[in-house]
């Protein structure tokens, strides 16, 4: 059985048009696209805020490369696990990547000097007190 469509008359410079009424489902529809364009908006936010430790974390790391690891050619990949409040204050990190050694000991240094980060969005921390994140510091030798 088909429904029967509600109309509402809407006059049109002096003529008379019929279109649907907005139904409840249209209207669940418009906020599931608010929802989605919010979550893309968060979704960036995070990026970008990610993105601006990562590389501040990274230019730190290069600007303190141990003379050792450059008399040795020595380049890697230093993984690290970073835990923050909402104030953007370190609470917590680990290095998940151990060798190159001069490399790994490099990172615990420049993160036990740096406690505090730039604040991040409000928004992720509705549902938890830490963010916790995993970064790359990349020692590249140039």
Not at 78 to 94: A, C, M, V
């Amino acid at each position: 059985p088909e429904e029967k469509k509600k109309f509402e008359k809407v006059e049109k410079k002096s003529e008379e048009v019929k279109r649907p009424l907005k139904t409840s489902r249209t209207i669940k529809n418009n906020n599931i696209k608010v929802n989605k364009n919010l979550k893309v908006v968060r979704d960036r936010e995070l990026k970008e805020y990610l993105m601006s430790i990562s590389s501040e974390i990274n230019i730190l790391a290069n600007n303190q490369y141990p003379l050792q690891s450059i008399k040795r050619r020595e380049q890697g990949s230093i993984i690290t696990r970073i835990k923050i409040d909402k104030f953007g204050s370190l609470y917590s990190f680990e290095v998940l990547t151990k060798k190159p050694s001069r490399l790994f000991k490099s990172v615990k240094k420049i993160l036990q000097k740096k406690n505090k980060f730039k604040t991040p969005p409000s928004h992720l921390f509705q549902d938890t007190q830490k963010l916790t994140f995993e970064i790359s510091i990349n020692y590249i030798l140039k």
